[in-house]
T-cell receptor, first 113, second 113 residues
Framework: GENVEQHPSTLSVQEGDSAVIKCTYS??????FPWYKQELGKGPQLIID?????GEKKDQRIAVTLNKTAKHFSLHITETQPEDSAVYFC????????????FGKGTKLTVNP | DGGITQSPKYLFRKEGQNVTLSCEQN?????MYWYRQDPGQGLRLIYY???????QKGDIAEGYSVSREKKESFPLTVTSAQKNPTAFYLC????????????FGQGTRLTVV
């Protein structure tokens, strides 16, 4: 089955700096890669996603890149703000298949003012 | 507003007791999922259902049971056979066929006392 590894497990940056979180996946058939943000005591919320037919997607300060050959994808947050502090999860699934999302173990991002 | 409602938010259980967590969605989504979240473990799939009256085991189904009698409801029972039930439980849903966003509820924190 699919296995998703996520690094780093914790990340601390200064406000205004960039943050990068990396994930690798094992199943070459996976074709959908979402990123979720989870604030304390709440459910995860989708912040951006990418499908295997594109290599990069951007939404304001957030971008995701995908390298299908190397089977890894990354989340980039620029100009970080304290409200970006949260746990971020990457995931992978095969759309059109079983639709099961397999998650990485999460990255706790802290943005220091 | 459309969404997923989990109740209760906090639940306490005595050892040896069964307890049922509620999950209701009004998104008219076909698929529903239960995930368990432990610190440092990410989200692990317990059970999922893609159609009424049908469900499949996820990666950690032992000690849990589910039912899907209605499209909008997917309750999870944590049985006394689950040896370490204290965790944060998340319900999610997705419209099938895939190519859509998985939405999460706000979670139920279960504590065994």
């Amino acid at each position: 089955g699919e296995n998703v590894e996520q690094h780093p497990s914790t990340l601390s940056v200064q406000e205004g700096d960039s943050a990068v979180i990396k994930c690798t996946y094992s199943d070459s058939a996976s074709n959908y890669f979402p990123w979720y943000k989870q604030e304390l005591g709440k459910g995860p919320q989708l912040i951006i996603d990418i499908r295997s037919n594109v290599g990069e997607k951007k939404d304001q300060r957030i971008a995701v890149t995908l390298n299908k050959t190397a089977k890894h994808f990354s989340l980039h947050i620029t100009e970080t703000q304290p409200e970006d502090s949260a746990v971020y999860f990457c995931a992978a699934s095969k759309e059109g298949g079983s639709e099961k999302l397999v998650f990485g173990k999460g990255t706790k991002l802290t943005v220091n003012p | 507003d459309g969404g997923i409602t989990q109740s209760p938010k906090y639940l306490f259980r005595k050892e040896g007791q069964n307890v049922t967590l509620s999950c209701e969605q009004n998104l008219n989504h076909d698929a529903m999922y239960w995930y368990r979240q432990d610190p440092g473990q990410g989200l692990r799939l317990i059970y999922y259902s893609q159609i009424v009256n049908d469900f499949q085991k996820g990666d950690i189904a032992e000690g849990y049971s589910v039912s899907r009698e209605k499209k909008e409801s997917f309750p999870l029972t944590v049985t006394s056979a689950q040896k370490n039930p204290t965790a944060f439980y998340l319900c999610a849903s997705l419209n099938l066929p895939g190519y859509g966003v998985v939405f999460f509820g706000q979670g139920t924190r279960l504590t065994v006392v």
